[in-house]
């Protein structure tokens, strides 16, 4: 072989060798994040633009350089485990779990080595999904709301809108693990204040319509709602049954006064979900749950329906309106 030829094939070779990773990884399938809804789809549409958001934050758009694939439990925690499974199954790089600590715990049983980030409202060390809140280890990590520390606050406003009222409805499901937490935080209130608790237990849609007949029976003066991803899929079920009971209810999501209910006091629940659309970003640039601390979301809000209000025959009290983030005429 003549020199100029044997030159031009090497320089042709190393050309050939330079491009090859670079069309190797053009040729890489997009990586995947696993979506564990413990609701619906349209239950979580807002909060799932704000997951985009994050997600966004971090250079991943869904269907340019990252897919998604969904699994919805529509508010039945006990298909939850076999919805995790099929995720894993289905090779993710990444799971989400949000607003559900049966979700998170559902991931969390199905893999011990694929990265899972959650959005909850209860302890997760209590829970048994991370050694502390600092240094998580293993595969889990995410953003806790930390629903129960909001209890006591959000009946001492219920407290102030009725300061007459004295007995007290709670509803809870009793299958739900951060209820619990949630319910001794509510009792220790209700104590300092001097309220009378009656709990209501439900997990389907029939228990629910027996509870709040049971409200209006025991004369119920209000309703206090404890957080529950059911509950959060029942919005329309809950507030329309408290309207037609005329119970004056507190529920611990603020939308739920965008949707007809009186008060909402709690976390804002699209912000978590944005700050864990980060965290599974951070993750897919390489970073380990193990070294990510668990996040805090610190923005609670207040929302105050007005027209309920005067539905009900209530006079919102002045202090209580200037606490609010926002009013619904």
């Given at each position: 072989?003549?020199r100029?030829?044997?030159?031009?094939?090497?320089?042709?070779a190393?050309?050939?060798?330079?491009?090859?990773p670079?069309a190797?990884?053009a040729?890489?399938?997009?990586p995947?994040?696993?979506?564990?809804?413990?609701?619906?789809?349209?239950?979580?549409?807002r909060?799932?633009?704000?997951?985009?958001?994050?997600?966004?934050?971090?250079?991943?758009?869904?269907?340019?350089?990252?897919?998604?694939?969904?699994?919805?439990?529509?508010?039945?925690?006990?298909?939850l485990?076999?919805?995790?499974?099929?995720?894993?199954?289905?090779?993710?790089?990444v799971m989400?779990?949000p607003?559900?600590?049966?979700?998170?715990?559902a991931?969390k049983?199905?893999s011990?080595?694929?990265p899972?980030?959650f959005t909850?409202g209860?302890?997760?060390?209590a829970?048994?999904?991370?050694a502390?809140?600092?240094?998580?280890?293993?595969?889990?990590?995410?953003?806790?709301?930390?629903?129960?520390?909001?209890?006591?606050?959000?009946?001492?406003?219920?407290?102030t809108?009725?300061p007459?009222?004295?007995?007290?409805?709670?509803?809870?499901?009793?299958?739900?693990?951060?209820?619990?937490?949630?319910?001794?935080?509510?009792?220790?209130a209700?104590r300092?204040?001097?309220?009378?608790?009656?709990?209501?237990?439900?997990?389907?849609?029939?228990?629910?319509?027996?509870?709040?007949?049971?409200?209006?029976?025991?004369?119920?003066?209000?309703?206090?709602v404890?957080?529950?991803?059911?509950?959060r899929?029942?919005?329309?079920?809950?507030v329309?049954l408290?309207?037609?009971?005329?119970?004056p209810?507190?529920?611990?999501?603020?939308e739920?006064?965008?949707h007809?209910?009186?008060?909402?006091y709690?976390a804002?629940?699209?912000d978590?979900?944005?700050?864990g659309?980060a965290y599974?970003g951070?993750?897919?640039k390489?970073e380990?749950?193990?070294?990510l601390?668990?996040m805090?979301?610190?923005?609670?809000?207040?929302?105050?329906?007005?027209?309920?209000?005067?539905?009900?025959?209530?006079?919102i009290?002045?202090?209580?309106l200037?606490?609010?983030?926002?009013?619904?005429?």
């Open positions: 072989m003549r100029r030829e044997f030159i031009a094939l090497l320089g042709g190393a050309a050939w060798f330079a491009s090859w670079l190797a990884r040729q890489q399938p997009k995947l994040i696993g979506y564990l809804g413990a609701t619906s789809r349209d239950r979580d549409i909060a799932l633009a704000s997951f985009h958001q994050g997600l966004k934050e971090l250079g991943f758009a869904e269907g340019q350089n990252v897919a998604i694939e969904y699994r919805w439990a529509e508010g039945r925690y006990d298909a485990p076999a919805l995790a499974a099929d995720l894993v199954r289905q090779n993710v790089t989400f779990a607003a559900s600590t049966p979700a998170a715990l991931a049983g199905a011990q080595t694929v899972i980030v909850i209860s302890d997760p060390v829970a048994g999904l991370v502390s809140l600092a240094k998580p280890g293993g595969n889990v990590t995410g953003v806790s709301i930390l629903v129960s520390l909001l209890s006591s606050k959000r009946l001492e406003l219920m407290h809108l009725l007459n009222t004295r007995a007290v409805a709670v509803l809870m499901n009793p299958k739900s693990a951060n209820a619990w937490p949630d319910l001794k935080e509510t009792e220790a209700a300092t204040l001097g309220l009378e608790l009656k709990v209501f237990n439900a997990s389907t849609e029939q228990e629910i319509d027996a509870a709040f007949a049971g409200m209006a029976r025991e004369r119920a003066g209000a309703a206090f404890i957080a529950d991803g059911f509950f899929n029942q919005s329309g079920q809950l329309a408290a309207a037609r009971q005329a119970i209810a507190s529920y611990p999501w603020p739920f006064a965008e007809g209910g009186l008060i909402g709690g804002n629940s699209t978590a979900w944005r700050q659309g599974v951070r993750i897919l390489g380990k749950p193990a070294d601390p668990v805090q979301a610190t923005k609670v809000e207040l929302v105050i329906n007005l027209k309920t209000a005067r539905a009900l025959g209530l006079e009290p002045a202090r209580l200037a606490l609010a983030d926002s009013v619904i005429e």
